[in-house]
């Protein structure tokens, strides 16, 4: 019998117009955002649906996808019936992922990172942060070129051949020049407006543990992946301090990937705007089964994204 765990993108899939199509056909998502806008004083639907540049900036996006993710969850499971076993998040994606699960209400979950985000851009000054994708180089690599330097450190693990970097902007650029000398095949800027997943959001941490101190949370009602460990949750009071050190710390999305195979997961349904996780599942597939010997043709991952998706699930 399939094991299906529901997976959340993070921070850089949104675009304008995402979740259009379901804000269209289904009351219970115009509901949802109706209801959101209220919590936050802003019209959700004219910021995911129009051009504009506050969708780009953290303390937009962050509410933004998290109750797009959640809205189409609610759909998927009211349309098809499925449910998951585990769920896990890319970054901000952990947070649909604990809603998912039982913590957090759906409010609760909007508001929260509305404030996560307006933390973490508020944390260090435009400018002297940056993160770079490096891509092409084993983990083993950068890790020891990264132990001798400071102010730079590693934000994710994404996929084999994709981590991400971050910290102070002359760290990284140093960092990123080093590392394709030393055989990496390219490392990209990335377009963010401060150095996330390092320790210098950990004063953002600190001060997001006190807001989610004041959340009731609920129990949960199976296993979500922590970013932090890579490894099941099954007590909702680790949640607060768990995401407390997620604001500071290196997102483990391969290792997270490589519990969940190991566990049994078989289906695996992204949702959400975009196929990045789709794209990092190839990869990591690949090595797991290099690496244990384990038959992972049977894998299957889907998207949804648009309400023609759900019928792939049916």
């Known amino acids: 019998m399939a094991k299906t765990a529901f997976i959340y993108p993070g921070q850089g899939a949104q675009h304008a117009g995402m979740g259009k199509e379901f804000f269209d056909s289904y009351e219970s998502v115009r509901a949802r955002f109706s209801e959101c806008s ?14 504009n540049d506050r969708l780009d900036q953290t303390q937009y996006t962050q509410p933004a996808m998290v109750l797009m993710e959640l ?9 098809t019936g499925l449910r998951a076993a585990v769920s896990a998040g890319l970054s901000l994606g952990e947070y649909a992922a604990v809603s998912e699960a039982g913590v957090f209400s759906f409010g609760d979950a909007v508001k929260t990172v509305a404030v996560r985000g307006r933390l973490m851009a508020e944390a260090v000054p435009a400018g002297e942060g940056a993160m770079a994708a490096v891509l092409g180089a084993k983990e083993e690599l ?9 102010g730079v450190y590693i934000a994710n693990y994404n996929c084999p051949g994709q981590i991400v970097i971050t910290g102070r902007k002359a ?3 140093q960092a990123a020049a080093v590392l394709q000398e030393a055989g990496a095949r390219k490392c990209v800027m990335l377009n963010v407006s401060g150095p996330f997943h390092s320790p210098l959001l950990s004063g953002a941490g600190d001060r997001l543990y006190e807001v989610l101190s004041e959340i009731s949370l609920g129990e949960l009602r199976h296993p979500y992946i922590a970013n932090v460990t890579a490894q099941p949750v ?3 009071a680790s949640v607060t301090e768990l995401l407390r050190q997620q604001v500071s710390s290196s997102v483990r999305w391969q290792q997270s990937v490589e519990a969940m195979l190991a566990d049994g997961v ?9 196929k990045t996780l789709s794209g990092f599942m190839k990869k990591i597939l690949k ?12 894998v299957r991952t889907f998207n949804v994204e648009t309400p023609e998706d759900l019928e792939k699930l049916s």
């Open 71 to 79: 809205a189409l969850t609610e759909v998927l499971e009211r349309e």
């Open 38 to 51: 209220e919590l936050l004083g802003y019209d959700l639907a004219e910021l995911c649906f129009t051009e």
């Open 234 to 236: 099954t007590e909702s």
């Open 171 to 173: 760290a990284v650029e």
């Open 287 to 298: 090595e797991y089964s290099g690496k244990t010997g384990m038959d992972v043709s049977g």
């Open 266 to 274: 078989d289906t695996f349904v992204e949702i959400g705007p975009g």
């Open 142 to 150: 950068i890790e020891e070129i990264l132990s001798g330097r400071e």
